[in-house]
């Protein structure tokens, strides 16, 4: 689907009354997943800002929270960033991992900050992006897997550089970046999929 027409179909859902009151969703949690292919990613920034702009305008508010810059403040406020920016030339890329898995963990950290944003904010729509520049010390699906009791009251979409697939032999999966098929999710909804 050329972006102009992703971009109109994304307002069209976002902004309409079904998709912001959470109808039909059959007592599944509000979460959708917008794929699109990693090599867009720079067109899909640029979609994103544009579609905040215009449902902002529409009156529909946004909170966008982009994975990557909240990695960094958390890490930041726990005084870590330096020694990690220090340490990382020295260690191996699995011992830097680990210790980002380990800081960032979605349930004890990342949720929470998560959280503490959605209780400061007054919102209508969830966005959450950077899930590819957080990988892989920080897996998407751990996040709506931890996301499901804080963030079910709002409508929450990740934008995924990637496929998410259902099949009924392998059920639903988010494959990040089109080449990592062990991220089994399947409470989300593809946003192509809904109607406006």
């Known amino acids: 689907m050329p972006m102009q027409d992703r971009f109109q179909h994304l307002f069209a859902v976002i902004s309409g009354q079904r998709f912001l009151n959470k109808q039909g969703l059959g007592n599944e949690v509000p979460f959708f997943i917008c794929p699109y292919k990693p090599e867009e990613s720079v067109e899909m920034e640029r979609l994103q800002r544009q579609l905040v702009n215009r449902l902002e305008q529409a009156g529909v508010r946004i909170l966008e929270i982009n994975l990557y810059d909240l990695s960094i403040e958390i890490l930041k406020e726990r005084d870590i960033w330096d020694q990690i920016v220090e340490m990382e030339d020295s260690v191996s890329k699995e011992q830097l991992k680990e210790l980002l898995q380990g800081v960032l963990d979605p349930e004890a950290h990342l949720v ?25 010390y920080i897996r998407s699906h751990n996040v709506l897997n931890n996301l499901q009791s804080t963030a079910k009251e709002k409508p929450t979409i990740m934008f ?9 032999e392998s059920g639903a999966s988010l494959d990040l970046f089109g080449r990592l098929h062990d991220d089994k999710y399947y409470r989300a909804f593809n946003i192509f999929h809904c109607e406006a």
């Open 160 to 168: 995924f550089p990637g496929t998410y697939t259902h099949s009924l």
């Open 112 to 136: 929470p900050a998560i959280a503490a944003k959605l209780a400061s904010t007054d919102f209508e729509v969830l966005f959450l992006s950077g899930v590819g520049e957080v990988f892989p």
